[in-house]
C-alpha cells in the first residue's frame, strides 16, 4: 500500500470540507450527558439502532440522576433492541453514579477521567473530547480504521497505530473535523464490501489499487 502524499491528503480533506462544511455526528443527544451515554450504546452497534433506543431512554431519563432513578432493568428495557444490552444498561447506570460521585453531575473534560468511567475506552473518550469539547482529538472506530488504511491516508495495524499516524498526517486547520468526514466517508463512499469508488470525491487521491469501477 503506497502511502498517499502530503499534498494529496490536503487536497482529501479540503474537498471532504467542501462537501460538508459543518459535519456532525448522527447520534442524537441535547447534552454532554446524553451523547456520553449514546457513544458507550453504540459499541457494537449503528447509530440508527441506538438513537431509536435512545430517544424513548432520554424522554424517561434525560440525566445522571434520573438514570439511576430509572434502574438497570429499566434501561436494559429501553435499550433492549440493542446488542449487549444488559451490559450496557449496567455500565449506564455505573457511569451515571460515578459522575455524580465524582464530577457533581458533569461530564469531565479529561481523556483520564473519562475513561475511568465504566464502559467508556479511547475511542468513546475522543468522540465526547471532540464532539462535545472540540478538542482536534481522533476518535478510531471501524470505518475509520478502514478508510485510513485503504486509501494510504494513514495506515496502521492497529486502531492506536492509525490514530498517532492521523493526529500527524492530517493538516492542523482540518484536524477539529476529520473524526466526522473520514466516519461518513467510510458509512456512506468507502464501505466495507462494496465502496463506492466511481462516486467518491477523492478517487483520484486513494491509493488503493482494488478500487471499484
Known amino acids: 500500500m503506497a502511502m498517499m502524499k502530503r499534498e494529496a491528503i490536503r487536497e482529501f480533506f479540503r474537498r471532504l470540507s467542501v462537501a460538508n462544511p459543518a459535519p456532525q455526528t448522527e447520534l442524537e443527544y441535547a447534552s454532554a450527558y446524553q451523547l456520553l451515554v449514546a457513544v458507550v450504546l453504540s459499541a457494537q452497534a449503528t447509530d440508527r439502532s441506538v438513537n431509536l433506543a435512545t430517544r424513548r431512554l432520554f424522554a424517561a431519563a434525560p440525566t445522571p440522576e434520573a438514570m439511576i432513578t430509572l434502574g438497570e432493568d429499566e434501561v436494559a428495557e429501553h435499550i433492549k433492541t440493542i446488542g449487549l444490552f444488559r451490559n450496557k444498561a449496567k455500565n449506564t447506570v455505573a457511569l451515571s453514579r460515578l459522575l455524580l460521585e465524582r464530577h457533581g453531575g458533569e461530564v469531565p473534560q479529561e481523556r483520564a477521567a473519562l475513561e475511568a468511567l465504566p464502559g467508556v475506552g479511547r475511542k468513546t473518550a475522543n468522540v465526547v473530547l471532540n464532539t462535545v469539547f472540540r478538542e482536534p482529538v481522533m ?4 470505518h475509520i480504521f478502514r478508510v485510513s488504511n485503504r486509501t494510504g491516508l494513514a495506515p496502521g495495524k492497529d486502531v492506536v497505530a492509525v490514530e498517532q499516524a492521523l493526529m500527524r498526517r492530517v493538516p492542523k486547520d482540518y484536524l477539529l ?37
Open 139 to 142: 476518535a478510531v472506530d471501524t
Open 177 to 213: 473535523d476529520a473524526h466526522h468526514w473520514l466516519i461518513l466517508h467510510g458509512r456512506y463512499v468507502c464501505t466495507a464490501r462494496k465502496p463506492d469508488c466511481a462516486g467518491c470525491s477523492v478517487r483520484d487521491l486513494c491509493t488503493w489499487r482494488d478500487k471499484t469501477v
